[in-house]
């Protein structure tokens, strides 16, 4: 056959890419193995091609991503689901739980596990959140996860370039398929009399192209793909040109039943000659379109009058049948111009997709319910409005969701309905407050307060309660937090809003363990286990964020990584990006104060370079990522502008201390930092009257006593800090570097012996210079110097700077491209990260082989053998 040769033809690399890919599983070393190219390049018969060769001696499993007006979460798992016989279903519960159960599918029986879902470039968030589940787990399984996509489709580029930087590097490969050179179209033409010359310029070697012009009579060569389908669909007969009109409404997948109904194909004539003409391709009860660019083309070459009227009549169809997901009805409801049905069933789909944790496709079907309901009275449209905004809240879009917010609070004024518009205000003031305006915010809810206090007995006023408690917990006001969320969860438990009460009492407990984290955090951790207890997953991610930042504020590690493992799941399980990456930043933190520089970085610049929303959610990801370039020497390059720029920066202490005590490390270390000292000190005063964060109050205390300012405090609140830090500031060197080393705060152990005698000091450089710490190092050798010191250490030598331990995996992957002579801009290009932080990693790796410039370093590199013969 034609179409087979053309499969065959110049793909004999990329399926054995494949047969290794799925030998190594077989080994239990997994992979992701990602087809890529632009449409009808061959992606899908390669991929089913070789899992069909396979399907006797492995496990096949096969989903797919369809086009619809907004993606399906976790759609292709559906296909999975109906073809497993009852052994896997999507979790009702949460996105995880049915991770968990594909990944029991796909390991359970006789391996390997074969899994394809095709077309990402069309998936839902939820269905790429799966692919880096699965990525983190396929390395030591028994599973190949073949995915494809289109790799020229600009709006989904920088999605699936965030999920391939999210995926460990050593179990994924990516295969770019190429088009056909013109000896194998040639090969291809050679039996049809046509030229291959003229066929290979306007086809551009893409496979499908080719095959469906060779397909036509040759009579004349169509100027396009779309002629060239259309050409070969006149030869068909009426019915069967009608059974090809019907079923070219449905993305992807074409129900055999429903396609033989719409067409009134009642012998399904049309479906086989359909078949025999090779336009559809039929598995098991469902057809299929052999290309989505065939599909396409028939779709757009109807009238338009007569797309809106089948797209009309399958909505009719399929509302009459049981099962039918929203999201397929939203899709013909919008093709045939049904506004109610749209309206309706767009709610519905937002319902299936929250039901998910799929906020962004539920935020899509919520705006378009809007859009299109122009006969919704006020009350309704502010009900929609409001839920989108606080849909949108959750997965980050704080500025679409503050619009839809204010759209809301007039309608709920139009319609006079008080509880509505406290409510409307109410959600506003988190937005405010997510986009770092915390003063805007606390006049929302205030102002939302003074409208509900006739109307006490209601649950908007139980929930803006707990707000005003929540920004109090914030603003550290714990006098007025607690007692606040008091009466939120007494008046939420009497209406039995479990949802409202949890969120109360996780401000109670927050505020309480901000004022003594040791005795706070299994309170904090009782919490989280009420939460699940009552089936409240979304409330999990705030919880544990909360906890997670207030055990690293007061450097306590103990179980701080399984805490910041599960919060960060749960997060992403339910599509909550803000809290997502609030703990990547704070997890970024705590590995800078474990002295672990690069890793912090790369967490840090994956949320800033990431799917995340701006905001106070990126501010902790900053904070860590200032301080690991300060400490190593990396230029900042105005990082801190976006948190100097938020008002909250200059009012809230556990916003102003933070970036206080970096300036601090900076002027310690010589950088121009004007008024960092006297931002210092204010921030010290301010910590000295803080109710709790006692945190904030240790830090800004230390670093004044780094940078040689006297510290007075009462003895009761020195002995309520840790010991580190007492008996830092106490300047008992000594003791302090004992307790640090004792936390695993090894940069604060050197500053502490930089205090000392002759033998503490060089100890200090040798820790300094363990950790890439050359800023600090240097510094103290100028001391060490100018008071007369010798037998100073000179510090690491060129070998010791080489070593590939001192690289991350990410900068290794720059250092050999850029050992090939790349610029950054193509080294970005082929890595997926932004050309800023490519520029960050070039100069990280300058600095750790003590280079002067790009050419240096890679020399180095290669006369260390950190670099193949190839790359020059």
Known sequence: MRGHQTTLLEREAPRSRLELGLASARNGYGQVVSIEGEAGIG?????????????????????????????????????????????????????????????????SGRPPGLLLIEDIHWADDATLDLLRYLSRRVRTAPILIVVTFRNDEPASQSRLAALWVDMPRDCRDRIVLEPLSADAIALLAGSTGRNAHELFALTGGNPFHVTEFLATDGSAVPHSVREATLARSLCLSALA?????????????????????????????????????????????????????????????????????????????????????????????QEAG????????????????????????????????????????????????????????????????????????????????????????????????????????????????????????????????????????????????????????????????????????????????????????????????????????????????????????????????????????????????PLEAYMRGTRAIALVDLGRIQEAMCEAEFVLCGPYPHGTPRFNAIIALARARIRTGVAEDGVLDELRAMPTSGRDIMRRAPLAVVD???????????????????????????QGQRWALADTALWLRILGEPVNLPAEIMRSLRPAHRAHIEGRWRDAATAWEAMGCTYEQAIALSMGDDVAQVEALALFDRLGATPAAALLRRRMRARGARSIPRGPSAQTRANPVGLTRRQAQVLSLLGQGLSNAVIADRLYISRKTTQHHVSAIIAQFGASSRHEAATAARQRGLLGEHEN
Request: with cysteine; proline share 3%.
């Open 241 to 333: 040109r009608r059974t090809l009109d019907c079923a070219s409404i449905f993305p992807r997948q074409i129900d055999q039943e429903m396609l033989r109904l719409l067409a009134g194909d009642q012998e399904c004539a049309g479906v086989e000659e359909c078949m025999r003409a090779g336009m559809l391709n039929s598995s098991g009860r469902t057809l299929a379109f052999r290309h989505e660019l065939a599909r396409r083309s028939v779709h757009e070459a109807m009238a338009p009058l007569r797309r809106r009227e089948l797209h009309a009549a399958a909505l009719d169809l399929l509302k009459a049948r049981e099962g039918i997901r929203a999201a397929e009805l939203v899709h013909h409801a």
């Open 338 to 577: 049904a506004a109610e049905d749209l309206v309706l069933y767009s709610r519905r789909a937002a319902d299936e997709a929250d039901a998910l944790g799929a906020h962004r496709e539920s935020v899509q079907h919520l705006a378009r319910a809007v859009e299109h309901g122009h006969w919704l009275s006020d009350q309704e449209r502010a009900d929609l409005l409001e839920r989108q905004a606080e849909t949108g809240d959750e997965c980050g879009s704080f500025e679409m969701s503050l619009a839809a917010v204010t759209k809301a609070i007039d309608a709920r004024k139009r319609a006079g309905d008080v509880v509505g518009l406290g409510n409307a205000l109410r959600i506003s003031a988190r937005l405010f407050w997510h986009l770092g305006h915390p003063e805007r915010a606390e006049q929302q809810v205030q102002d939302a307060l003074d409208i509900l206090r006739e109307h006490r007995e209601t649950w908007q006023y139980a929930m803006a309660l707990s707000t005003q408690s929540q920004l109090d917990m914030l603003a550290d006001r714990n006098d007025l937090a607690i007692p606040r969320a008091l009466e939120a969860m007494a008046r939420a438990e009497a209406l039995e809003r479990w949802d409202i009460y949890l969120h109360a009492l996780t401000n109670a407990t927050t505020a309480r363990c901000s004022s003594n984290v040791a005795a706070g955090v299994p309170h904090m951790v009782s919490a989280i286990a009420e939460a699940r207890q009552r089936g409240a997953p979304d409330l999990l991610p705030r919880m544990y964020a909360n906890l997670a930042y207030m055990m690293t504020a007061d450097h306590r590690y103990e179980a701080l990584s399984d805490y910041f493992d599960e919060g960060i799941k749960v997060a992403a399980a339910r599509d909550n990006a």
């Open 664 to 690: 601090a490390e900076a002027l310690w270390l010589g950088l121009p930092r004007p008024h960092a000292l006297d931002r210092l000190g204010a921030a010290f005063e301010t910590a000295c009257c803080a």
């Open 43 to 107: 992606k899908t018969s390669l991929a089913v091609g070789f899992l069909d060769a396979h399907r006797r001696d492995a496990r096949v499993y096969v989903g797919g991503c369809e086009h619809l007006t907004t993606p399906e979460p976790l759609g292709p798992l559906r296909d999975i689901a109906r073809d497993s016989e009852g052994r896997f279903a999507l979790s009702s519960t949460s996105p995880l739980a049915t991770f968990e159960a594909l990944l029991r599918l796909l390991t």
